[in-house]
């Protein structure tokens, strides 16, 4: 009788430790801390692919396999800002159902792995060397022109070369 019981305690605690329970959680406690525009779209972002591929999973019950599954469909659909956002914020609704003791692991950070990386574009040099920044600097001392002016001369001559 007392297996009984566990057993059902265990089937109803599932139930309502879904993926998509315990995210619309999380979601409620961080749209105290994001902008409304932050809060709709990370909202948004889960009931195109996560919601339907996990959603009504037990948290418990959810491995780096699946997880990474779903993350590796939206790459294929080409949404590259989506597919990258997504495993930070699986990574805080496993974060945050541990916290609460819903799951051991947090299946979402193994699964970050999976994306590729973006290439690093490196350093872009300025369009003048520093030594030719004096030059420009003096001639717009000498020319009748207002700080600002001056100023934005200085600041365009250190911006990186374009092409």
């Given at each position: 009788m007392t297996q009984r019981r566990i057993n059902h305690a265990e089937s109803s605690a599932a139930n309502d430790n879904t993926f998509e329970a315990i995210a619309a959680e999380w979601l409620k406690m961080k749209q105290r801390e994001w902008s409304a525009g932050h809060y709709t779209k990370s909202a948004r972002a889960f009931e195109p692919d996560i919601y339907p591929a996990i959603g009504k999973l037990p948290i418990a019950s959810i491995t780096p396999a699946i997880v990474a599954k779903a993350i590796e469909d939206i790459h294929k659909?080409?949404?590259?800002?989506?597919?990258?956002?997504?495993?930070?914020?699986?990574?805080?609704?496993?974060?945050?159902?541990?916290?609460?003791g819903l799951c051991r692991d947090n299946p979402a950070l193994p699964a970050r792995k999976i994306l590729p990386r973006k290439k690093d574009t490196?350093?872009?040099?300025?369009?003048?060397?520093?030594?030719?920044?004096?030059?420009?600097?003096?001639?717009?001392d000498m020319a009748r022109i207002s700080p600002s002016v001056r100023m934005g001369h200085i600041a365009y001559a250190l911006l990186p070369r374009h092409g």
């Open positions: 659909r080409n949404v590259l800002e989506t597919a990258t956002r997504i495993p930070q914020h699986l990574n805080g609704v496993f974060r945050y159902a541990q916290a609460k490196g350093r872009i040099p300025a369009l003048l060397e520093f030594a030719a920044l004096g030059d420009i600097s003096r001639r717009a």
